[in-house]
Structures are given as C-alpha cells and as structure tokens.
C-alpha cells in the first residue's frame, strides 16, 4: 500500500519558518561576534576594577596581561593571529554544539532536518546520529567536564574582581556566571550523571534530590541556553568597551 | 453562533486522491471531528474516518489539520478564524486506505520487537514491591494513548520510508525507556535500544514531545536518557572503567 497522494511539502499554515530562521540569525550574529572579540587579542582585561571577559579565562598564554592570567602562563605566545582564547573555545564550542537544546536549534534552522515539525526536509538520506561525524554528539559528557571546570575558573574571576570594589561590572560578571552556572548545571548529561542513571532513586535518597532539582532547571534548559549565550557576549561587550576607554565603569563602592 | 466553515478534506485511496472543498455548518464548542461527522451526514456518506471515544482517550481520530498532526477530536473550532479554510488529511508517515484512514500495522509490528516486561525469576505475580520513587518515572509514559502521533510526526521515518526497518519511532523508544527505569525489570534495554530500535537515528529535534496530546516529555524524559545510557555502555571509558573497577554490573 502507498502513502496518501499529498504533493504539498507542507501543508501548514502558520509561520513555521520563523523560529528556525529566528535560531539561524541569532546563532550566526553571536558567532560573527564571538570570532571578531576571538581574533582582536585586546580589550579583555580592565586592570583598574579586574574585569576579565569570559571569553578570555582562563588567559594561558605568554601573550596574556600577566595580572590577567591568574592561574599562571601555562604556554608560550601563540604564533601568528592566533589568540589566548583558541585554547579554551575549543571545549565551550564543544559543550555548547553537542548540547541536546542546540543539537535541536541548528539541525533544524541549519539543516533543516526537519526545518519544523510536518515540513519535509529537503535531504534524500538521513542517518542520524548513528555515524560519523554526528555519532561524536555521544561525547557530550565530556565536554560538560570540561565546561564545568571552566565555569569555575570564571566564577573565581567574578568574586576576585570584588577585590577592587564595586560597579556594574561587578554586577553584570555575577549574573554572567549565575546564567552560565544555570546552564551547566541544567545540562541533560549533569541531570544524567546526578541521578538519573540509577534504577532505584530510593536506594540514593541524595542523588535523588539532586536529580529533582537538576530536573526542574532542565525544564528551562533552552531559556537558559540563550540566556547564558546572549549574556556572554554583553559581559565581553561590557568589558572591552570599560576597557578601551570608550565608557567607564559605573562604580558604586570604590 | 453558527456559521459556515470552509474546509478541505482529502479524498481517495492507495490508488490516488486529491483535497476536496466543502462548506460545512460550525457550531459554538464544536471540535473538528463534530464537523467530519456533520459532513459523513450532509455530504459525503462514505467519507471514512477512524473514531471512537471523542474524549482524546483512545487515540484513533490522529490526523493532520492545517498541515499539524493533531487529535480530531481534541482540536477545537474556536481556535481557527471563521474565513480560514481548513485542511483535513490523513496521517503521511502511514500507508493510506481510505480517506482519512491510514493503515498503522508499522507500529504494531514494532511494538511486538520489544521484549515484554521480565521481572526477576525468583519473584510471582502478587509479590511485586516498589518504591513510588522508584516507578514515577516509568508511569509518565504510561500515559501514552498510542495515537501514533510521534511516530506519524517523527521525520526519520516520516521523510524517509527506507529507515522504518531500523527506527522503531519514538512510541516504542519510550517504552524501551519505560522498560528500562522500571525498577523490576532485569532485561538488559541499553544495546537494545541502539542496537534492535535504531536510537541513533533520532536527532532530538523534539517534534514527537510536540504533538503528543498527552504532553509527555518524550525526549527529555525517554529519548535523551536512553542516550545517555548508551552514552554510558557505548561511548564512555570512564564508566567502563569504573564498572571494571568496582565490579559493577
């Protein structure tokens, strides 16, 4: 027996291409962005106030403001165009491609697979993710290890920027590592690797606490995706701006 | 408040078929299947349709209206314009037999590749005991009606009929999950589920917890977990290693 003879592509009637193409500007404006900051090497550091743009901790390298690298030059000055940043971007880029919310965002608005719900994708042939390259999504875990520690690192740069007083700048870190700490934390592998491997949630009254709560920020995981993206980019924005002079940091103490 | 609606309804069989126009009598609180039955009496008595309950319990009137896959029954009239014209079609993931009555037997078949519940040997009917915690879990796909919405939505096998074979639909991939955190069942669903029902085929775009009229959150409480235990049998060195260490099973 053969399918019903429907030649339409889709029959809907809404504006189902507006979230993907939505998805598709935001995600390519950020990343335009995130580059040009990634190339420039400069404006990352406000030695007055001790603002570091996320985008640049940890600064690892020779090339770094020392006062800026505070856990030290682990490697010589990259050659070239080549910027402290390529060294960490790699794991955040990693963290945030394989992450099941933007697995959902781009496979849809970049590849159309599907571009929305009911609307035929335009590819003859669909594996999936049981090949590679796409079967590589398995190792998210390992990218939210990564990205964990690297959290870390950036909440130990927004409480040490105290240290000098306290301004917007202060402000805007704090809630730039609450966003991503959210993020991290409402991550389907963290809710995996919290609780919900087991079988018995009564045999680990702990880990099922755990496990509820990750649950409840799972719920917000695309929100806070988004959030804690767009945020990034207004944190780094901030302090390149504060840091080239072109503002100054509203100051409230100090 | 009645008025007349405007709808398209297609018509035909595995042979072929075209939408048909009809203007049809909308009353206040009707749903859409009101409106088939009403167009079966006035206009078209041997236009076929799948019903039973109408309380969007028994999940038999699935299909696709103004493009979405959607319960007749539980579509209301209220929320379309009193101009729009709207299209009625059967579900497209399944082969048609008339109308808008498709032939579902790909997912009984499915379902029969799973392997039944398999609580531990030692244990008789009447002697099961288990923690709410423990079985909540699984209850949530319980709710599943089985209107194969997701499966008819699912575009693994909705855009590519080649990939049947492999990919169960995210219908039985959830009751591979359902199995698997029950906390009495001792089969081993983790290989399975990659292996016999094509878990790697689902790219997680979310488009059957999208239609489930139920509002189960098929992929970020069966589909992403499944994952992620593969990810843990299949993928992860750590866990390999710390169940080599600790003699875990």
């Not at chain 1, 988004?226 to 901030?238: P, R």
């Not at chain 2, 997912?107 to 909540?136: H, I």
Request: aromatic share 12%.
């Amino acid at each position: 027996m053969a399918r019903a003879e429907i030649a339409a592509r889709t029959l809907r009637t809404d504006r189902w291409w507006l979230p993907p193409l939505t998805t598709f500007v935001g995600l390519l404006l950020i990343s335009i962005y995130a580059a040009f900051r990634t190339f420039q090497g400069d404006y990352y550091w406000v030695d007055q106030y001790h603002y570091l743009t996320p985008m640049y901790s940890p600064c690892l390298t020779e090339e770094c403001v020392p006062a800026a690298s505070h856990f030290g030059q682990w490697f010589p000055a990259l050659p070239g165009f080549l910027t402290p940043p390529l060294l960490i971007i790699p794991f955040l880029l990693g963290f945030r491609i394989t992450c099941y919310y933007y697995r959902k965002a781009y496979y849809r608005a970049a590849w159309a697979s599907p571009p929305a719900c009911a609307v035929a994708e335009p590819h003859s042939k669909y594996t999936g993710e049981t090949r590679f390259p796409l079967i590589a999504q398995n190792l998210h875990r390992y990218f939210f290890y990564a990205a964990s520690l690297l959290l870390l690192v950036n909440i130990y740069d927004a409480v040490s920027a105290f240290s000098t007083g306290l301004g917007l700048g202060n402000i805007i870190l704090l809630v730039n590592v609450s966003l991503l700490a959210a993020y991290t934390l409402s991550c389907h592998s963290c809710r995996h690797i919290a609780g919900g491997r087991l079988k018995h949630f009564s045999k680990h009254p702990v880990r099922y606490w755990m496990w509820t709560q990750i649950s409840k920020l799972n719920n917000r995981h695309m929100q806070l995706a988004w959030a804690s993206l767009i945020f990034v980019c207004l944190t780094d924005l901030y302090v390149a701006l504060v840091a080239s002079g072109t503002i100054s940091d509203l100051r409230f103490i100090n | 408040m009645s008025y007349q609606g405007k709808f398209r309804v297609w018509r035909g069989d595995d042979s072929g078929g075209a939408l048909e126009d009809f203007t049809v009598e909308v009353n206040e609180g009707e749903v859409v299947l009101d409106i088939i039955h009403r167009l079966q009496a006035t206009q078209a008595p041997d236009l076929a349709v799948r019903w039973n309950c109408k309380a969007g319990k028994c999940g038999s009137c699935s299909a696709e209206i103004n493009g979405r896959p959607r319960l007749l029954c539980m579509t209301r009239m209220s929320v379309f314009q009193e101009s729009e014209t709207i299209t009625v079609t059967p579900m497209r993931t399944f082969p048609i037999i008339r109308d808008l009555v498709t032939d579902v037997s790909f997912n009984y078949t499915k379902a029969r590749e799973v392997p039944s519940f398999a609580p531990p040997k030692d244990l008789a009917p009447g002697e099961y005991r288990m923690q709410q915690v423990d079985v909540e879990r699984s209850q949530e796909f319980r709710k599943c009606i089985e209107c194969f919405l997701c499966q008819n939505t699912c575009h693994v096998v909705r855009d590519h009929e080649e990939n049947k074979e492999a990919f169960s639909g995210p219908r039985f991939l959830m009751r591979v999950a359902e199995l698997e955190m029950h906390p009495l069942d001792t089969a081993d669903r983790v290989d399975q589920a990659q292996d016999d029902h094509g878990l790697g085929y689902c790219n997680i775009t979310k488009c059957c917890s999208e239609v489930c009229p139920e509002h189960i959150h098929i992929t970020d409480n069966a589909l992403i977990p499944m994952k992620e235990r593969v990810a843990d049998r299949k993928y992860d060195p750590v866990v390999w290693l710390g169940n080599k260490l600790f003699r875990r099973s």
